[in-house]
């Protein structure tokens, strides 16, 4: 079973040479502390970013230096810096290669649901909803199941919805998820867990091709 970091590291084996990649809050803003060293990476950021790199080193960080989330991050060389309007137009005119996002639950049909908790105090929809409209790649990172042990990987989303059929992939600590047109397709799965353990924590239609291979991270 992997840890938010093993999630994180998995993504990053996702991430192409080249790609401009917009991280959302929580465990995908890690995903830039594990990117290979012989590739060229670009991360943006919706509050006004391009050219994020991994997070500081303690007792190095600067407080005016953050990401959307508020976390102190660093600035590769060559960095640049902008207003939120240019950050969404970067976004919205579909320059961003890939979009990794946490979720509060993901649908067999690619439904994603990352921004409410209907009677639960929200500061507002951040940029997800921009993010999922308008980039061709999605990953989402998130826990299988919640504090509950109840699946999050759902035949239909109960939680308001942020987008619509958008979902490529979904790198969980259990396995790593395809978003077919039949279901979940399952390609890899956690070290040390087995493929009913994830069929037990999946409500939503599991599909199996051939042998289940164990990730590497």
Not at 3 to 29: C, F, H, M, S, W
Not at 56 to 71: C, S, V, Y
Not at 182 to 190: K, Q, S, T, Y
Request: hydrophobic share 45%.
């Amino acid at each position: 079973m992997l840890d938010k970091n093993g999630i994180a590291k998995r993504i990053a084996q996702e991430v192409e040479d080249g790609y401009y990649v917009n991280l959302g809050i929580g465990i995908p803003t890690l995903v830039a502390n594990y990117v290979r060293d012989d590739i060229s990476v670009e991360f943006q950021s919706e509050n006004g970013i391009l050219g994020m790199g991994p997070f500081p080193i303690e007792g190095e960080e600067d407080a005016d230096l953050i990401n959307a989330g508020k976390q102190t991050i660093t600035a590769l060389p060559g960095a640049s810096y902008f207003d939120s309007a240019t950050s969404f137009a970067m976004i919205r005119g579909k320059h961003v290669d890939l979009t990794i996002l946490g979720a509060m639950e993901v649908a067999e049909n690619g439904d994603i649901a990352n921004w409410k908790i209907p009677g639960k105090m929200v500061k507002g929809m951040g940029g997800a909803m921009d993010l999922v409209a308008s980039a061709e790649n999605i990953i989402v990172a998130m826990m299988h199941t919640n504090r509950a042990g109840e699946s999050k990987i759902l035949k239909r989303c109960s939680l308001p919805l942020t987008g619509v059929g958008c979902v490529k992939k979904i790198v969980t600590n259990l396995a790593v998820l395809e978003v077919s047109e039949d279901g979940f397709l399952l390609l890899e799965r956690a070290p040390g867990v087995t493929v009913d353990e994830i069929k037990a924590a999946t409500d939503g239609n599991l599909i199996l091709k051939g042998e289940v291979l164990e990730m590497t991270v």
